[in-house]
């Protein structure tokens, strides 16, 4: 074990931490619950920990009962792991659900809520315990259906109530046939209840609330008009009539909406009913919206505490375009749409606000979804609707309502249509920008925190690999789907990123399944009259010229004329690419008079390498062309930092007027062009000396100035790179394994001098490990806190907010490939140092 360094990363104190009380567990052999005064005794005295988390609230308004979700595979702990979980926020102990959230019969994870201010951070330790916190009951799901009576034709005679944790609703069942109470399946958070019309009406209803407890367990006991007249603990408050109520799904046939009505059998599952979090499970067999189609349709619906949210998530066992959420369309009441003009990503809504209550009351009804997953929005006789973009037949989306009679709360109730505006606005930025987290895990101390060595580097590198075989990377080929995008696999950047690493990985530490991935992969683009599946070259897509430069690997080795032709075919895009006046290339055809940092990288390490190989005279200075322009315009003289794009028309909403150029200082942005020099040279001719010290110049401009800003406590970057600590801001890992990767290689090729950056290089390597690898029970890992994608235009209008909107993932390919290459290049660096 290390002695802790007050230098080195937050996570050298944690793995301190980690040691110790595992000793204590050792030696002790406790695993019990603490009190405040317990939780307040020194780390040595304390149970075993099983990670410690940071939430930071990237919003300007407080989040309230914010629910977190940790997945056991993230936490470092087996699947289906047992024993009691314990969440500490310093001497307080918080309640913990432990949860099946993919409803498919097995716990997954843990949930929690917090509360988080504006500008604060909570620090959390989560340990086992010998029993969870008990907390209060703010949720519940329940299904209840009549035994002891008889079917009499459509009704059921006779007879009481029993709850039950799956129903297969019998052939016999329909509307009012006094089987099932309230008719289906319910669901309710502390603020507000649903349920369900398990029949051809497929309706979702509203339970307003006027009490925080749990009502549904008492609700339609006597019958079905009980609960539309006003009660204690409230009523029924919405008329569904022929719609689907508020946000059920249905089929839009071109006109209408088709409720969810011809089905062979219906099926519930009660999958949680629990103090913090429920759900059901539906499963629609044989629907038939229209006369020529037929699918299954399974539908899972969760709430958790203090939220009014119905999370639904729904999937199709045939390919459904048409899909839809829809809300009942009152007279009376207005319409509200969210803003549309934003990322695809980012979520906005469609909703209803006025005295739509069958009280008489202001009531508020909303479904909100991904801006790219609601296509269009659109109405019929009886429902105000949103058309849903399926991918990979799976859609995700959320319903609510707000009653202006609910019981008062810290939450509301809601009684005017601004503060109803207000609210969606801020559910759809928590959707949009979850809480910031920092998790650290012992699985992944106890393995990342070892002397860094030349051997470790290379075995981080495999490691990953491995991993990424066993989830997805022989998915990337030609028919497969690609699993972080949730659609089908193309020839596109990130193909040629990821087969590249493992061709590196391969040339250093030779394995079959290596070289066996890489011909897989992207063999299976190349056909043997040399085109390129998923390929189109009119589209000018800079980006899919780097999947060729794996492809020009290929042929150095094999000499294959279908690959030949295959590349030939790339460079002849690169010879017609639209450019602008300077002779940069633009980004895509669809980005007219933009040049992007992501550019630099997609389209020239392939045209220098093509020139290298193919031509007897290589065209040294276009490939330098785009360097030149980049360097002279995208640059900030003050800082020498690098803005993302520029747009030589000035038009774009997200460039200024009289420079062009973007706002921000991406990280990644950066990271995309550091690596584009190193990789440059590696095929520009020694004897073209002039060229070479241009690109070497550049090299060394660049080092000092992400040296720069490179986060002192844990060697890594920020997503907005000069940004550090803002709101909303957070150690981004894509950019970090492409500086350290920049680095690792320009020491190796002797571009920079390894008296000034060995050190840099050291340090933001095991930043990496530390930050972001994430180590699970099964031996796999994962690379956390990746920015997916950020572009400009088509609703991404390049503000600070939009950087900080775009999703964050674990092991997209744009981190695990530089990730790879970085531990190789850092193998290489440190063998030549022992």
């Not at 929690?112 to 330790?125: H, Y």
């Not at 020529?292 to 958790?304: E, G, I, K, P, Y």
């Not at 503060?419 to 930025?429: D, G, I, R, V």
């Not at 997805?472 to 087969?499: A, C, N, Q, W």
């Amino acid at each position: 074990m290390k002695l802790f360094d007050p230098s080195q990363s937050k996570r050298g104190l944690n793995a301190l931490a980690f040691a110790l009380t595992a000793a204590t567990l050792t030696a002790c052999g406790e695993k019990a619950a603490q009190s405040p005064e317990e939780a307040a005794a020194p780390a040595a005295e304390k149970p075993s920990a099983i990670a410690h988390l940071e939430l930071s609230n990237p919003s300007d308004f407080t989040r309230l009962d914010e629910a977190v979700y940790l997945s056991f595979y993230e936490l470092g702990l087996k699947a289906g792991f047992a024993s009691p979980i314990a969440v500490w926020n310093q001497a307080e102990q918080i309640p913990v659900q432990t949860i099946d959230k993919d409803a498919d019969g097995s716990k997954d994870g843990i949930l929690f809520t917090v509360d988080v201010a504006v500008d604060e951070t909570l620090k959390l330790r989560i340990a086992e315990a010998d029993a969870p916190l008990e907390g209060e009951k703010r949720t519940q799901a329940e299904i209840s259906h009549k035994v002891g009576g008889e079917w009499v034709e459509r009704e059921y005679k006779g007879g009481s109530f029993q709850n039950v944790s799956s129903l297969d609703v019998p052939e016999e069942h329909t509307d009012h046939s006094y089987f099932i109470r309230y008719e289906g399946p319910g669901i309710e958070s502390d603020l507000v209840g649903y349920r369900v019309y398990l029949d051809w009406r497929n309706g979702f209803d509203i339970f307003g609330k006027k009490v925080q407890t749990p009502v549904l367990q008492g609700v339609g006991q006597d019958g079905f008009d009980s609960y539309h007249e006003p009660a204690d603990w409230g009523m029924d408050v919405l008329k569904v009539g022929s719609s689907v109520g508020v946000g059920g799904y249905g089929y839009w046939d071109g006109e209408k909406v088709i409720r969810v009505s011809d089905v062979q059998d219906w099926q519930v599952d009660i999958a949680e009913n629990g103090e913090l979090y429920s759900s059901f499970k539906v499963q629609y067999k044989g629907w038939k919206p229209v006369a020529d189609l037929q699918t299954d349709l399974t539908a899972v619906l969760s709430m958790h505490a203090g939220s009014r949210l119905v999370e639904v998530n729904a999937k199709t066992s045939e390919e459904l375009d048409n899909l839809v959420a829809g809300i009942v369309n009152h007279e009376g009441t207005e319409l509200i749409l969210g803003d549309t003009d934003i990322t695809g990503h980012a979520y906005t809504y469609i909703g209803t606000y006025g005295p739509q209550s069958l009280d008489g009351a202001n009531l508020g009804m909303a479904v909100i979804a991904k801006n790219k997953v609601m296509k269009e929005t659109t109405t019929d006789e009886h429902n105000q609707v949103a058309i849903l973009k399926p991918a990979g037949n799976e859609v995700q989306y959320y319903f609510l309502a707000a009653w202006a009679n609910e019981a008062e709360s810290r939450h509301g109730p809601i009684t005017t249509k601004a503060e109803f505006e207000t609210y969606l606005k801020q559910e759809a930025e928590k959707l949009t920008m979850p809480l910031r987290q920092r998790l650290t895990t012992a699985a992944s101390v106890a393995e990342t925190d070892k002397p860094l060595t030349a051997e470790v580097a290379l075995e981080w590198s495999k490691k990953l690999a491995d991993s990424e075989l066993e989830r997805k990377t022989l998915d990337y080929r030609f028919g497969g789907f690609d699993h972080i995008r949730k659609r089908p696999s193309y020839f596109e950047y990130t193909t040629g990123m990821v087969m590249q690493a493992y061709d590196e990985l391969n040339a250093v530490a030779p394995e079959a399944r290596y070289a066996d991935a890489v011909e897989t992969v992207m063999g299976s683009f190349v056909n043997e009259d040399g085109s390129i599946n998923g390929y189109v070259q009119e589209k000018y897509n800079i980006d899919s010229v780097r999947a060729g430069t794996m492809l020009l690997r290929m042929y150095e080795r094999n000499q294959d004329p279908a690959f030949k032709k295959a590349v030939d075919t790339l460079f002849e895009q690169l010879e017609h690419h639209p450019r602008t006046s300077a002779g940069a290339f633009w980004h895509k055809k669809i980005y007219p008079h933009q040049v992007w940092l992501d550019g630099v990288y997609m389209g020239i390490p392939f045209l220098a390498h093509y020139e290298q190989l193919m031509h007897e005279e290589p065209n040294v200075e276009e490939v330098l062309a785009e360097f030149k322009l980049v360097n002279e315009i995208l640059k900030d003289p003050e800082t020498g930092l690098f803005y993302h794009a520029w747009d030589e028309k000035r038009e774009q909403v997200w460039a200024d007027k009289e420079s062009g150029l973007s706002g921000y200082h991406w990280a990644r942005g950066m990271g995309w062009l550091a690596m584009a020099l190193v990789d440059v040279l590696d095929f520009i001719p020694e004897e073209n000396t002039e060229e070479r010290q241009y690109l070497l110049n550049m090299i060394a401009e660049i080092a000092p100035v992400i040296e720069k800003y490179q986060d002192a406590e844990t060697g890594t970057w920020w997503q907005i790179i000069d940004k550090p600590g803002e709101r909303g801001n957070y150690l981004e890992s894509t950019a970090s394994t492409m500086f350290t990767y920049f680095y690792a290689k320009a020491l190796n090729q002797g571009y920079l001098p390894k008296d000034k950056y060995l050190a840099t290089a050291k340090k933001a390597y095991q930043g990496l490990l530390d930050e972001f690898v994430q180590v699970h029970a099964d031996g796999t890992i994962s690379i956390t806190d990746m920015c997916q994608v950020a572009g400009l235009g088509f609703g991404r209008d390049g503000s600070y907010e939009y950087y900080m909107s775009e999703p964050i993932y674990d092991d997209d390919p744009k981190g695990t490939a530089p990730f790879i290459t970085s531990g190789v290049e850092m193998y290489k660096l440190l063998k030549s140092e022992s």
